[in-house]
């Protein structure tokens, strides 16, 4: 855009008359097609009753309203895109994003009803860049039985008991480490984002692949920041783009995943066809599923996919966390006092288990309020497979191939759902449920609900139990960045000051 406008300056005058001409051309084309559009009308299939669209607008031919709706994104209010148009419109309204018509819901129940949809009805739906760096085999793409399959055995062994131990074990060894050297000072500024990242990246490649500090775990490090850098970039795939820096890094990492699974079925079969050992990571349970259609491509394509939320989910998680608790002195000594009285078995010898941070009632309110009032995930979004009808607005109809925006945000932060719904409150969650909550959607919802929700709420309980049990700190300034992904831009530096 920069670049646009400084060529537009030392444009000659015949050149700014045709860009108006263009652009009268393009409004006229606008009026016409929306004309079209807002008459539109689909059958229901009742017998001639007709069903009609959501109010709302497609914006402009081709773009859409999809930058209004990234300038939107990238304010201090990212929700203003949608916010304005339910105003306007209602809570389910239509609009154009990313190269798709799309209806937008900010209605919890008509969300919940999406969320839940089997894949007759809605399949995920994600920009070109996403699907060419997911992969046709991902679990965030699969529908149907197949995804069913990978989601329930994935879900099954992250909330196993025996997984929650060893995270533990292994959260509780390098959160220890890495605060132990921020006693000495040394470091300065600690920035709770990087720590955060390293330490969660770590833990989830050993829960995924197997792989243990070493080269290669850094070597997938190295890759996964560039495959990563993808994720939101153009769909060109030409040598020098993103999208190709990506889509190689991607190749690179599934070379060597396949390689680790090539060497644990090798294993398998020297170990003999009925070796049924504990599965020590994931590849190790979706080979043991024995579906044919569980091949080394699918596994591996998986295990990248999964890394995700070690990126951007929980250590954003974290960091927003201790950024919330440094503006909120009360919750934050709530929280303190509640760990301490947990520190008093660490002391007397005892070794916490998962159960025991996972029993913090205060610690979790605190979580679910970052997980709300963060919104780490904004929305997701999905393609309807046929024509739809809006749950609860009668005659209103999502056509077939149109997508849909759930929006968390706009419920998350919605003052007809929550008092106050800007401010940081833990203790608004003593008396409300998560669970089966369809006005508290973090996770996403129905059969592809994040298989992971225990894991993060384990780990960011963990690293927050060490913090205030061995450090005061004092939070730098820092600006929180929405788009394209939640993230604070400094990592939120904070100097801390071990307690005696």
Request: proline fraction near 5%; charged fraction near 20%; aromatic fraction near 8%.
């Amino acid at each position: 855009m920069q670049a646009l406008a400084a060529a537009g300056v030392s444009w000659p005058a015949f050149a700014a008359s045709v860009a108006a001409a263009l652009l009268v051309a393009a409004v006229v084309v606008r009026l016409c097609s929306e004309a079209a559009r807002t008459g539109k009308r689909t059958s229901t299939g009742d017998g001639g009753a007709k069903a009609r669209l959501p109010a709302g607008t497609l914006g402009w031919p081709l773009v859409g309203e999809t930058l209004a709706f990234i300038s939107a994104a990238s304010s201090a209010r990212p929700e203003s895109f949608v916010e304005n148009r339910c105003l306007r419109y209602g809570k389910v309204f239509r609009s154009h994003l990313w190269g798709s018509p799309m209806v937008v819901s900010a209605d919890p129940e008509v969300s919940r009803a999406v969320l839940q949809g089997d894949a007759s009805t809605f399949v995920p739906w994600y920009p070109r860049s996403l699907m060419e760096l997911m992969g046709e085999s991902s679990i965030l793409v699969l529908s149907g039985v197949l995804q069913r399959r990978v989601h329930g055995l994935a879900g099954a062994f992250f909330k196993s008991a025996e997984l929650k131990a060893r995270v533990t074990a292994n959260m509780q060894i390098h959160v220890a480490a890495a605060m132990d050297a921020w006693r000495t000072g040394a470091a300065g500024a600690v920035r709770v984002q990087d720590v955060a990242k390293s330490i969660v990246f770590g833990i989830l490649i050993r829960t995924l692949i197997g792989l243990e500090d070493g080269p290669e775990m850094n070597y997938v490090r190295q890759q996964f920041c560039i495959f990563i850098d993808g994720l939101i970039s153009l769909p060109i795939k030409l040598p020098g783009t993103q999208l190709y820096r990506s889509l190689q890094a991607k190749k690179r990492m599934t070379r060597l995943i396949q390689k680790i699974i090539q060497e644990k079925r090798s294993r398998r079969i020297i170990e003999g066809k009925d070796f049924c050992g504990a599965p020590r990571d994931l590849i190790d349970v979706l080979m043991s599923n024995g579906s044919d259609e569980l091949t080394n491509e699918l596994i591996s394509d998986n295990m990248i996919d999964l890394m995700i939320p070690a990126e951007d989910s929980v250590p954003v998680l974290i960091t927003l966390a201790v950024k919330y608790l440094s503006d909120c002195p009360l919750a934050l000594q709530q929280l303190e006092e509640e760990n301490m009285e947990l520190k008093k078995k660490s002391d007397a010898g005892e070794t916490l288990q998962w159960t025991d941070y996972m029993s913090l009632t205060f610690t979790q309110h605190v979580i679910t309020e970052t997980l709300r009032i963060g919104n780490i995930i904004s929305g997701i979004m999905r393609r309807a497979e046929r024509d739809v009808e809006v749950k609860g607005y009668d005659g209103l109809v999502i056509p077939k191939g149109w997508c849909v925006l759930v929006y968390f945000r706009s419920v998350h932060l919605d003052g007809g759902v929550y008092d106050d719904p800007y401010a940081f409150n833990p203790w608004r969650w003593k008396e409300r449920d998560t669970m089966g909550n369809s006005s508290f959607t973090p996770f996403g919802g129905g059969q592809r609900l994040c298989p992971g929700v225990d894991m993060a709420r384990l780990q960011a309980a963990i690293f927050l139990h060490h913090l205030v049990t061995n450090f005061r700190w004092v939070a730098e300034g820092d600006d929180l960045v929405n788009f394209p992904t939640v993230r604070l831009k400094r990592g939120l530096p904070i100097r801390v000051t071990p307690k005696s």
